[in-house]
């Protein structure tokens, strides 16, 4: 029986993301904690981890690569070596490396295998007394170190090592137990003991029949050599004992290196997948080869071997198929199913009074109605925290940014998050992701200014952003600040007239002046940098922050800072909304959009030339939409003192819309209209309420745009 474990590959893929997570995260520590011993196991059980794991599937590449990463992180623990920057911007970059070689094996893509072996040749000779990184192919390297390590106390161990049966169901690797001795020193023996080793036609890929015998010479402490058997200690036949270092090898070289080989090639045959059928096949000949040559079985029982296990890999050749995953807490499973048994009992009730009912239960039936929806309603809420995680996930990747913008561009930044516990929608984290890295790379290009000229102007050398997330009623609101020079009025006005986006002569307040920085292909930066300034982007942030029913605003003040407000749903596929009605239609509108609803006096409303209808508001003139002729529905009431009239805002623009009536406030899940119809201005969505009927969603952002350009989608 052979097992394909590409069916465990996205497993893989996941909690590999997580830990280059975990060590990037560790290594922009280190600068600041180089003596933290604790932070640098993380960060080197978090290479492990990778290292191990890949070894399962076949990703020698990889698992070469943290191998050696490991060894620089080993030193560093050792304390061999100090944690400058040359080193953590080595490591970062090996990270970046290993970044590409993990996407490019889930995308079956080929690597740079250049690039990798040029990282990897970095980082072999970091070592101590080189932690000035030299470059690659450096002929001032010396062996000092080799010479240092030969003369240094050697002590030899006897190792003896049966691991259990079930190793490779696993995902463990033995091979690499062994790669993992020769690094911490020399193996002058080793013996491979094949005593349980069954017949090739009764041999079971999944078992582990091999057990190991070794001599090795090390300088390093038992510890370490304790630390290579971590994953494989429980359940495994292991004995470590310190004898005299002058034995002589007391086999023939060519046996122990064909026994080493075939307890290789074992191993690898237990983590084959289909990808590796042809390389594998090859290496399975030679154990065949092996086996023929210790009489074990005939050359005629490996041909017909070799035949069925070609048949079994093309039968099992499959397409790698991506599937998106989320790790969910299992507190909140537990819930979950505690609640769906509270629905299945409330819905057996409800059977049990239908079959026998009569007019005088009623109450008894609208008390289990009514147990029924609140049971409902706590299942949705259940079933979209699932959804939710904390933006702590899409903030992760700002410190390693700044940190390199800052060295890009001689700054000093100072990064400061804050709420990274406040849970999102998985699709709207995923959303936001991109936006949120534009403003901070604007913020760290043009907000903070160079450390000479925020000196002159009094404040610290180092320039600080500020990121934030908070929850807000039904919304979560997200901060990009800094302590910059600000936003240049002057100067953005200038620029937006002589690109004709404002005419001449007209009067526009600071925010509206602020909201020009938004246009498409507008900028005011001098130079064009590879960071910014080509007028590409703040556009796109806004578009794809109203794309997810979220709008953004800016506050600034000259030569204080800028403050980037980014306020969101907290989930795309249900919102909190107000009824209304307009004649027989239904509408509903978003509750974050509304602030208070009045019915206005004669007094209140006048008609303005070049803006239409406005209603007095406590001293404001707010524009007013007869919202049954925005779209061109069939009203009870035409008269605004006998309607209602609802005022909205987004983007600290107020408007008011006209409405028969106020239904009420309920939660309801959005459809898109486009998919099942095609885009129409002022309209969002729809959904289908309690009765059956479908309500239009109205989009608050597309009403300002039709207020503002004084047309109606009827027309």
């Known amino acids: 029986m052979t097992i394909d474990f590409s069916q465990f590959q996205e497993t893989f893929f996941v909690e590999s993301a997580e830990h280059v997570e975990t060590m990037e995260a560790g290594l922009l520590e280190l600068e600041e904690r180089a003596d933290d011993l604790d932070l640098l196991n993380r960060i080197f059980r978090a290479a492990h981890s990778i290292k ?61 295998e250049q690039q990798v072996k040029a990282i990897e040749q970095e980082l072999a000779e970091c070592k101590p007394g080189h932690e000035s990184v030299p470059p690659v192919g450096d002929p001032s390297i010396s062996s000092d170190n080799s010479a240092q390590e030969s003369t ?59 057990s190991w015998k070794l001599r090795l010479e090390t300088a ?108 969910v807490d299992t507190e909140k499973i537990d819930k979950l199913i505690n609640l769906v048994g509270e629905l299945v009992i409330t819905q057996s009730m409800i ?124 919304s979560v609101c997200i901060t990009v600040e800094d302590d910059g020079r600000g936003l240049n009025r002057k100067k953005i006005l200038a620029k937006a007239m002589s690109n004709g986006v404002v005419p001449e002569g007209v009067s526009l307040t600071d925010d509206q002046v602020a909201q020009l920085i938004f246009q498409p292909g507008f900028s005011t930066a001098e130079k064009i940098t590879d960071v910014s300034g080509r007028g590409v982007g703040m556009d796109v942030v806004k578009r794809n922050i109203e794309g997810l029913g979220g709008t953004v605003t800016v506050q600034t003040q000259e030569g204080v800072g800028t403050r980037f407000l980014l306020k969101l749903p907290l989930t795309l596929a249900i919102m ?12 509903i509108i978003p509750l974050l959009s509304v602030t208070e609803t009045i019915q206005p006096k004669r007094s209140e409303l006048q008609r303005v030339v070049g803006k239409g209808e406005v209603v007095g508001l406590r001293g404001d003139w707010l524009s007013m939409e007869r919202l049954y002729e925005v779209f061109g529905s069939t009203p009870n009431e035409t008269d605004p003192c006998q309607a209602l009239v609802v005022v909205l805002e987004f983007e600290q623009e107020r408007i008011a ?55 109606s989608v009827a027309a």
Not at 258 to 264: F, I, Q, S, T, V
Not at 455 to 468: M, T, V
Request: charged content about 30%.
């Open 52 to 112: 191990g794991n890949s070894g399962m599937f076949g990703f020698t590449t990889i698992g070469g690569l943290t191998h050696k990463m490991e060894n620089v992180l080993d030193h560093l623990r050792n304390s061999e070596m100090a944690a400058s920057k040359p080193i953590v911007d080595l490591l970062l970059r090996a990270l970046d490396a290993l970044k590409g070689l993990l996407d490019a094996a889930q995308s079956n893509e080929t690597v740079d």
């Open 152 to 210: 240094a106390v050697l002590r030899s161990l006897s190792i003896e090592w049966a691991p259990f049966a079930e190793l490779f169901q696993r995902g463990l690797d033995p091979s690499q137990i062994i790669r993992d001795l020769e690094e911490l020193g020399e193996i002058r023996d080793l013996r491979v003991k094949t005593e349980h080793l069954p017949h090739l036609t009764m041999m079971d890929p999944e078992v582990c029949y091999l």
């Open 220 to 327: 390093k402490p038992l510890s370490d050599v304790e630390a290579v058997f971590d994953f494989v200690r429980d359940g495994s036949d292991l004995t470590i004992v310190e004898t005299a270092s002058d034995f002589s090898i007391t086999t023939d070289g060519r046996v122990a290196q064909e026994h080493k080989r075939l307890g290789d090639i074992l191993v690898e045959e237990g983590a084959l997948t289909p990808a590796q059928l042809d390389q594998e096949l090859s290496k399975q000949k030679r154990i065949g080869e092996i086996l023929v040559e210790d009489q074990v079985v005939a050359p005629q029982q490996v041909a017909q071997a070799l035949e069925k296990q070609q048949e079994i890999g093309k039968s099992t050749r499959v397409k790698k198929v991506e599937a998106a995953s989320i790790r």
């Open 351 to 474: 059977t049990d009074l239908g079959e026998k009912f009569t007019m005088v239960e009623l109450p008894i039936l609208q008390e289990r109605v009514i147990e029924l929806e609140r049971n409902t309603r706590e299942l949705q809420e259940r079933v979209m925290s699932i959804r939710m995680l904390p933006i702590g996930n899409a903030f992760q990747r700002f410190p390693r940014l700044i940190r390199d913008l800052a060295t890009k561009s001689g700054k000093r930044i100072q990064l400061v998050l804050a709420g990274e516990e406040t849970e999102l929608d998985k699709t709207v984290i995923e959303a936001i992701g991109d936006p949120l890295t534009h403003l901070v790379r604007n913020s760290a290009d043009h907000g903070l200014e160079e450390p000479e000229e925020r000196i002159a102007s009094g404040k610290p050398e180092q320039g600080l952003i500020r990121l934030n997330a908070y929850q807000e009623g039904g």
């Open 576 to 587: 909190e909304g107000m009824t209304v009605r307009v004649g027989s239609e239904l509408y």
């Open 657 to 711: 819309v006209m409405v028969d009536e106020l239904v009420g406030q309920q939660q309801v899940v959005i459809k898109s209209l486009e998919q099942n119809y095609q885009k129409v201005d002022g309209i969002s969505g729809a959904t289908i309420l309690g009765d059956g009927h479908v309500a239009l969603i109205v989009d608050v952002a597309g009403l300002v745009g039709i207020s503002r350009g004084g047309r």
